[in-house]
């Protein structure tokens, strides 16, 4: 049986040897792709890999964003390219999906800018031309977001398959973290000149840091809203999506997250909801915040761990050539949810 564990070994060869290995064998392989994920897998083998450094990089800012959380980015249940699903809409499903299109679309703009991926490179529209308005030109390596974006849309958004109101959900959130992505591009210029005099500049855009993304999306997080679905068509297919409110007929805004359901707490394992729970998890006895024992524990209380923290301190150097340091000991304890 294969599991997430054998994504990160299709990172580490080089694309050669990737593509001997045969990009069959490798698609067929990757655990939760939909048939459509696995035909651009298979005509892109070398794209990917860049796509799972990208649902990993997601993730990873995923489990950042929610480190003091109850609930810490992990879910119980299949685990697939894109992390383990929640099953529940929540707001907390919402944040993963918009954080792993982002994470896609980020990772596969770098690589086209880095020359790694074929069919792309820098933003062809963004060289050589002048910007008479605000007079500089466009130099250097734009990186091409729009190409990284549509990729993440025709990839991530093809494991939708399930015509119900999750996956109008899904989508909107995938849609949500590209677009948060995508206003945080940044433009840096240079000046060239005699002695640093701008007399010509060149400006070029580049990506944001995906810290930023992860901090942003998390904010919204805070914020989500709740919809519900409206079935418009004769076949009562649901539509779009509406704040759920009452007497409102108002759309959300194309970044908000959003989610149908309520979240649980998370405070016990439970596969119903694909929560796994507090237990075991560290917690800080005296912080008021969501790291608290009191609260990410639930009341269960908490297990106190003893140990003996020992370093090197007043480190001194002697002439010629050594250091001596002292041993310094501190006790001090950890808390662990009962
Ligand atoms: C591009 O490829 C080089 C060499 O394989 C690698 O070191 C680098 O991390 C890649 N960049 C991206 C953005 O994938
Ligand atoms: C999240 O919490 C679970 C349950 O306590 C734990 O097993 C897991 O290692 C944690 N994950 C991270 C990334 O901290
Ligand atoms: C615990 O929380 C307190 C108050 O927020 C903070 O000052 C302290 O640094 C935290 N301790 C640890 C080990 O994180």
Same mark, same amino acid.
């Given at each position: 049986?294969?599991?997430?564990?054998?994504?990160?070994?299709?990172?580490?060869?080089?694309?050669?040897?990737?593509?001997?290995?045969?990009?069959?064998?490798?698609?067929?392989?990757?655990?939760?792709?939909?048939?459509?994920?696995?035909?651009?897998?298979?005509?892109?083998?070398?794209?990917?890999?860049?796509?799972?450094?990208?649902?990993?990089?997601?993730?990873?800012?995923?489990?950042?964003?929610?480190?003091?959380?109850?609930?810490?980015?992990?879910?119980?249940?299949?685990?697939?390219?894109?992390?383990?699903?929640?099953?529940?809409?929540?707001?907390?499903?919402?944040?993963?999906?918009?954080?792993?299109?982002?994470?896609?679309?980020?990772?596969?703009?770098?690589?086209?800018?880095?020359?790694?991926?074929?069919?792309?490179?820098?933003?062809?529209?963004?060289?050589?031309?002048?910007?008479?308005?605000?007079?500089?030109?466009?130099?250097?390596?734009?990186?091409?977001?729009?190409?990284?974006?549509?990729?993440?849309?025709?990839?991530?958004?093809?494991?939708?398959?399930?015509?119900?109101?999750?996956?109008?959900?899904?989508?909107?959130?995938?849609?949500?973290?590209?677009? !948060?992505?995508? #206003?945080?591009?940044?433009?840096? &210029?240079?000046?060239?000149?005699?002695? /640093? +005099?701008?007399? @010509?500049?060149?400006?070029?855009?580049?990506?944001?840091?995906?810290?930023?993304?992860?901090?942003?999306?998390?904010?919204?997080?805070?914020?989500?809203?709740?919809?519900?679905?409206?079935?418009?068509?004769?076949?009562?297919?649901?539509?779009?999506?509406?704040?759920?409110?009452?007497?409102?007929?108002?759309?959300?805004?194309?970044?908000?997250? !959003?989610?149908? #359901?309520?979240?649980?707490?998370? &405070?016990?394992?439970?596969?119903?909801? /694909? +929560?796994?729970? @507090?237990?075991?998890?560290?917690?800080?006895?005296?912080?008021?915040?969501?790291?608290?024992?009191?609260?990410?524990?639930?009341?269960?209380?908490?297990?106190?761990?003893?140990?003996?923290?020992?370093?090197?301190?007043?480190?001194?150097?002697?002439?010629?050539?050594?250091?001596?340091?002292?041993?310094?000991?501190?006790?001090?304890?950890?808390?662990?949810?009962?």
């Amino acid at each position: 049986h294969v599991t997430f564990c054998v994504w990160p070994l299709f990172l580490s060869p080089t694309l050669s040897s990737v593509v001997a290995l045969g990009a069959n064998i490798i698609c067929n392989k990757i655990p939760g792709l939909a048939p459509r994920q696995r035909a651009i897998c298979q005509s892109r083998p070398d794209a990917i890999i860049v796509i799972g450094e990208g649902a990993q990089m997601g993730i990873n800012e995923c489990q950042y964003q929610f480190r003091f959380g109850r609930w810490n980015c992990s879910a119980l249940g299949e685990k697939t390219v894109f992390g383990q699903e929640l099953r529940v809409g929540s707001r907390e499903a919402a944040f993963t999906y918009a954080i792993t299109a982002a994470g896609v679309a980020h990772a596969v703009t770098a690589a086209c800018s880095q020359g790694n991926l074929s069919n792309c490179g820098c933003d062809r529209e963004k060289q050589g031309y002048y910007n008479q308005a605000e007079g500089w030109k466009w130099g250097g390596c734009s990186a091409d977001v729009r190409y990284g974006i549509d990729f993440s849309r025709r990839f991530v958004d093809a494991r939708e398959i399930k015509k119900n109101a999750r996956r109008l959900m899904n989508l909107h959130n995938n849609e949500a973290g590209r677009k !948060v992505l995508e #206003e945080r591009m940044k433009l840096e &210029c240079k000046c060239h000149g005699v002695s /640093g +005099s701008c007399t @010509t500049k060149t400006c070029w855009t580049t990506l944001p840091k995906f810290r930023e993304v992860g901090h942003l999306l998390k904010e919204k997080y805070n914020v989500a809203v709740q919809v519900e679905v409206v079935r418009a068509s004769r076949l009562r297919q649901p539509t779009f999506l509406r704040i759920k409110q009452l007497r409102s007929y108002q759309k959300p805004m194309e970044t908000d997250l !959003v989610y149908i #359901e309520k979240s649980p707490n998370y &405070c016990e394992e439970d596969a119903a909801t /694909g +929560s796994v729970g @507090t237990q075991g998890r560290l917690c800080n006895r005296t912080s008021p915040g969501a790291d608290g024992c009191d609260t990410m524990c639930c009341g269960r209380g908490y297990n106190t761990h003893q140990y003996t923290k020992v370093w090197q301190c007043n480190c001194k150097f002697h002439w010629c050539c050594f250091v001596k340091c002292n041993t310094c000991s501190e006790r001090t304890e950890v808390f662990t949810c009962k």
